[in-house]
């Protein structure tokens, strides 16, 4: 089933960019675009994996509501900046596709935080701190039973083997290492949020600078070191990390060929009557 949800995934996205291609959507329209519809669900997704009271009807509602006020802020902006005109032009501007994301995820973000503080629940995450286990936890599972079972099953197989695999899913689930990697992102992510969204934008547009051409050098020479920067962060070192599962990839799909290769030729090679 996944194969074939892969396989109709690039038909219909290669469909889809046929079609924006002709109607004249260009991909700086759908980056921005992308907002307006995915933006609903941002704060609420975050809600979800950060806030134990969070309310499961509270973020379906931010996301689906979001999403239409995120819509209806869009298309009501266009219209009324552009004579009642809605088309790929009009509705592409800087400030009609500004409304649309701040209303998508301003609303959905008011709607899933009312809502869950009004019918809070209480989650205890147990299922989630879980999930990298060996066996899926039913029934709420502590990460420690867990990992019992998993010893208990794996009596057979060498004893080094399951201590260093017991080892390291304890040291994975370790709420005290999560704790701390959870501090650093959210700080990591208010830290940088302030720079690039306040400390560098909001000068720069207050001093309505026009860039001599070293000074817009030095600009574009920032902007290239920062992309290849972010490349290596989520194409190469990703690719790095991975290494093991990879080679252990291509040394299947290699064994796979001459597989194939192999019994291609004894077919060939049986004698026709």
């Not at 032009?89 to 959905?108: F, R």
């Not at 205890?124 to 079972?149: G, L, M, Q, W, Y």
């Not at 083997?161 to 959870?182: H, I």
């Not at 194409?235 to 019994?263: D, Q």
């Amino acid at each position: 089933m996944s194969h074939i949800g892969v396989a109709a995934f690039a038909l219909i996205m290669g469909i889809a960019g046929v079609v924006f291609f002709y109607i004249g959507i260009s991909m700086g329209w759908l980056y921005t675009f992308m907002g307006v519809i995915l933006g609903s669900a941002v704060v609420p997704i975050a809600l979800c994996i950060t806030w134990r009271k969070a309310s499961k009807i509270g973020c379906i509602a931010g996301a689906v509501v979001g999403l239409i006020a995120g819509i209806a802020a869009w298309l009501g902006t266009t219209a009324g900046l552009n004579n009642s005109l809605i088309n790929v032009t009009t509705s592409g501007g800087n400030y009609e596709m500004l409304a649309g994301n701040l209303g998508s995820i301003a609303i959905g973000g008011i709607i899933a935080v009312s809502i869950s503080l009004i019918w809070p629940e209480d989650y205890d995450f147990a299922s989630t701190r879980a999930i990298n286990s060996p066996e899926a936890p039913t029934n709420h599972k502590k990460p420690a039973e867990v990992v019992e079972e998993y010893i208990d099953e794996k009596k057979d197989s060498s004893a080094s083997s399951v201590e260093n695999d017991a080892v390291k899913l304890e040291k994975e689930l370790d709420p005290v290492g999560l704790n701390k990697a959870f501090r650093f992102a959210a700080w990591s992510s208010i830290v940088l949020t302030l720079i690039f969204m306040i400390l560098i934008p909001l000068p720069l547009f207050g001093a309505s600078t026009i860039y001599s051409v070293s000074g817009f050098s030095v600009w574009v020479i920032v902007g290239i070191m920062w992309t290849f920067c972010s490349a290596f962060a989520v194409v190469l070192y990703p690719l790095w990390e991975s290494r093991a599962a990879l080679t252990m990839i291509v040394k299947g799909i290699i064994k796979v060929l001459f597989l194939a290769i192999y019994f291609m030729k004894r077919i060939w090679l049986i004698p026709r009557e």
